[in-house]
C-alpha cells in the first residue's frame, strides 16, 4: 500500500492505522505482521483503499 501512497500514520499494539493524502478513508489493519489476514478482511481493505486491482 505504501506504493499507492498509503502510510502508517498511527499504531497501537498490533493495530495500525493508514491514511492517503488525497483520500478523507482512514483503514485500520489490525494483527501481527506474520498473521494470515481473512479473505473478507482483505477484500474490505481493497475496497477502503481504492485498490481492488491487487491479489
Given at each position: 500500500?505504501q506504493e499507492a501512497g498509503w502510510e ?34 482483505l477484500g474490505s481493505i481493497r475496497k ?8
Amino acid at each position: 500500500m505504501q506504493e499507492a501512497g498509503w502510510e502508517v500514520v498511527r499504531q497501537r499494539g498490533s493495530h495500525e492505522v493508514w491514511a492517503h493524502p488525497q483520500r478523507p478513508e482512514r483503514i485500520v489493519v489490525a494483527g501481527k505482521s506474520s498473521a494470515t489476514v481473512p479473505v473478507g478482511t482483505l477484500g474490505s481493505i481493497r475496497k477502503a483503499s481504492g485498490l481492488e486491482h491487487l491479489r
